[in-house]
């Protein structure tokens, strides 16, 4: 029987991406952007950001192991524009995990 993961076995990852720019760069954009929302549709990123100031981009991921992390971003269009760390999370909280708010009439 294959072992299916439940979401006790799914972990929360922030992946921090630097990333250069050449000629090619801009012609991956698309495709990546492409690959991103596959990944977002899936449940697979739950946010993502990117810093033009910086070179910087921000990926909140979910996952069983930071290997498994690892091998969705090897598959980006831009992964070899990268250098990146993935940090497991002890702990993730934000806006789009709470209740609605209460509206009175």
Not at 62 to 67: H, L, M, N, P
């Amino acid at each position: 029987m294959e072992n299916i993961p439940t979401d006790s076995d799914l972990k929360k990852f922030i992946v921090t991406i630097n990333f250069y720019m050449d000629e090619h760069f801009m012609n991956l954009v698309q495709p990546h952007r492409t690959y991103i929302n596959f990944l977002i549709n899936k449940g697979i990123i739950d946010s993502y950001a990117v810093s033009m100031e910086s070179y910087r981009s921000w990926i909140m991921m979910t996952g069983e192991t930071k290997t498994q992390i690892k091998e969705y971003l090897e598959k980006s269009p831009l992964y070899h524009y990268w250098t990146y760390d993935i940090d497991e999370l002890f702990l993730y909280d934000g806006q789009t995990y709470r209740l609605p708010a209460l509206q009175m009439n």
